[in-house]
Antibody
Framework: EVKLVESGGGLAQPGGSLRLSCAAS????????MTWVRQAPGKGLEWVSA????????YYADSVRGRFTISRDNSENVLYLYMNSLRVDDTAIYYC?????????????WGQGALVTVSS | ETVMTQSPATLSVSPGERVTLSCRAS??????LAWYQQKPGQAPRLLIY???TRATGIPARFSGSGSGTEFPLTISSLQSEDFAVYYC?????????FGGGTKLEI
């Protein structure tokens, strides 16, 4: 059974930093691309970042480029999202999701999400 | 950026009805289109990928179609558990983009 469990969410001040983790199990983690998607309170889904299976290529939404960094540890089956220079409008539930291919495809499995609140 | 437009934003329907949700892409995305269902307090769940392929465990009453820029999702006979928000997403171009969602309410 595929399982994705996010952790690391919480309260941060504007300009602060947080690191989200996503522990993966039930599939060969190193063979699949992964992605982060967020959802602000009462709003729709917004894609944030993606990374290929090897970690060699990363992609970012314009809204987070230069502030967020996606990475993965294929030896530990963990996906990360380092969030710096946080803004109030980064407040959201952050979901990690497995993509269906090595570098491409739809999101076939999702975690339950981690809440990030940015407030002074 | 590929803009995904879903309509309507909210649809009031009754159990047993047949309903079609619309998703339109601002440029040709082939069949690189997925549909997700999200219930309150839950993560999204994959329904359809490749515009028309049902994900594992998804009932046959859900059907997707289309290619290029127009992608309808049809639910043939609404069940109580189908009342949720539905999102389409294109994965043909970066950045990946979602539609704004359609909420099915009773």
């Amino acid at each position: 059974e595929v399982k994705l469990v996010e952790s690391g969410g919480g309260l941060a001040q504007p300009g602060g930093s947080l690191r989200l983790s996503c522990a993966a199990s039930g599939f060969t983690f190193s063979s699949y691309a992964m992605t982060w998607v967020r959802q602000a309170p009462g709003k729709g889904l917004e894609w944030v970042s993606a990374i290929t299976d090897s970690g060699s290529t990363t992609y970012y939404a314009d809204s987070v480029r230069g502030r967020f960094t996606i990475s993965r540890d294929n030896s530990e089956n963990v996906l990360y999202l380092y969030m710096n220079s946080l803004r109030v409008d980064d407040t959201a539930i952050y979901y990690c999701a497995k993509r269906s291919g090595h570098s491409y495809g739809h999101n076939d499995y999702w975690g339950q999400g981690a809440l990030v609140t940015v407030s002074s | 950026e590929t803009v995904m437009t879903q309509s309507p934003a909210t649809l009031s329907v009754s159990p047993g009805e047949r309903v079609t949700l619309s998703c339109r892409a601002s440029q040709n995305i082939g069949t690189n289109l997925a549909w997700y269902q999200q219930k309150p307090g839950q993560a999204p769940r994959l329904l359809i990928y490749g515009a028309s392929t049902r994900a594992t465990g998804i009932p046959a009453r859900f059907s997707g179609s289309g290619s290029g820029t127009e992608f309808p999702l049809t639910i043939s006979s609404l069940q109580s558990e189908d009342f949720a928000v539905y999102y389409c997403q294109q994965y043909s171009y970066w950045p990946l983009t979602f539609g704004g969602g359609t909420k099915l309410e009773i």
